[in-house]
């Protein structure tokens, strides 16, 4: 949940990127991370296992600039993708602003995209949220890989709704940012559309 | 999906003295109050070498996973926990459901003091967060939020 302090002047959002394991989520933080510039970002904490999967979350946290002589912070997490932390899953979703989520365009992949997906509508539902009255942005990665599925086969399985979606390949950083503007941009525009109530 | 959380100036300046209060009733390092979504608040003490927005976020992902096991084990939230170290220890409690106080201290304070004065220190924010509550739902003045326009929005992704 954003919070709004009137005090420090800040505008903090939380956002997730989610997706099925392998698929590139802690790429794009890395990414996000190397290219930033120093006075923007915090530090980058990883979670975990000792085979560099995410055991817990990632978290990035970065500003923005400002808005009206408020600064804006995000904070950027990623879950875990491997089917047996669900229950971790659930937690990192608690407060979400705004979510990212990272397809891995591989054919062999596309079961797991499923599912990914699925488990999040769910876990979001659980939380109290739904999924297409929330900042959502797509991100197809790995699309320079030669077994990449069809953008459009990817569409109608991932992205019925038609939310806002980019390609992306997260190791060179093609798209990486892109999506970051337009799920942080997307969050502004809800908060505001909100109007805090 | 509910609205934002705030802070308000006159709390945070209230909160803030609290926490300035519990540093130096309990002989704490440090004290630091953090949203449950792992957003720092307010702090008091030795902070300087302390990375507070890492500290934080890893304390609400500690303080939701503690949490998730007290549900398994069908219990009310666990809403105090104790980390021994062996230089520092760490004291971290919900308050009010809506923040973390997380109390560091060494061999200059004691467990027990802490609770003691953990536990006033909670009662007092508890308090200052309903009026904070009170404040927001009843919030007739100007919001940030009213005053943002899309060219505002626009205008911080420009390159």
Known sequence: ?197 | MSGPEVMFPEEQKQIAIVCQRLHRDSNAKAVLLIGRDGQPIAEAGEVGEIDVTSLSSLTAGNVAATGGISKILREKDFTSQFHEGEKTHVHITLVAGRAILVVLFDERSSLGLVRLRVRRATEEMARLFEQVARKAASQTGPSILNEITDADIDKLFND
């Not at chain 1, 009137?6 to 939380?14: G, L």
């Not at chain 1, 503007?181 to 502004?188: G, Q």
């Open chain 1, 1 to 197: 949940m954003s919070f709004i302090n009137y005090s420090s002047r800040e505008i903090n959002c939380k956002l997730v990127y989610y997706g099925p394991g392998l698929g590139g989520k802690t790429t794009n933080l890395q990414f996000i991370y190397a290219r930033t510039s120093p006075e923007a970002k915090g530090k980058m904490i990883s979670l975990a296992t000792e085979t560099e999967r995410t055991l817990f979350f990632d978290f990035l946290p970065l500003s923005l600039g400002e808005i009206r002589g408020f600064k804006t912070r995000f904070h950027l997490y990623t879950v875990p993708g491997q089917v047996f932390y669900d229950a971790s899953r659930k937690l990192i979703l608690k407060g979400v602003d705004g979510v990212v989520f990272v397809a891995d365009s591989q054919n062999e992949r596309m079961e797991a995209n499923i599912e990914s997906l699925e488990n999040l509508r769910q876990n979001l539902i659980e939380q109290g949220y739904n999924l297409d009255k929330l900042p959502y942005i797509v991100q197809y990665n790995k699309r320079d890989l030669p077994n990449a599925a069809p953008l459009d086969e990817m569409r109608q399985l991932l992205n019925p709704s038609r939310a806002p979606e980019f390609e992306a390949c997260a190791t060179t950083g093609v798209g990486v940012f892109e999506t970051l503007k337009a799920i942080a941009k997307a969050v502004l525009t809800e908060l505001k559309r909100g109007g805090g109530g």
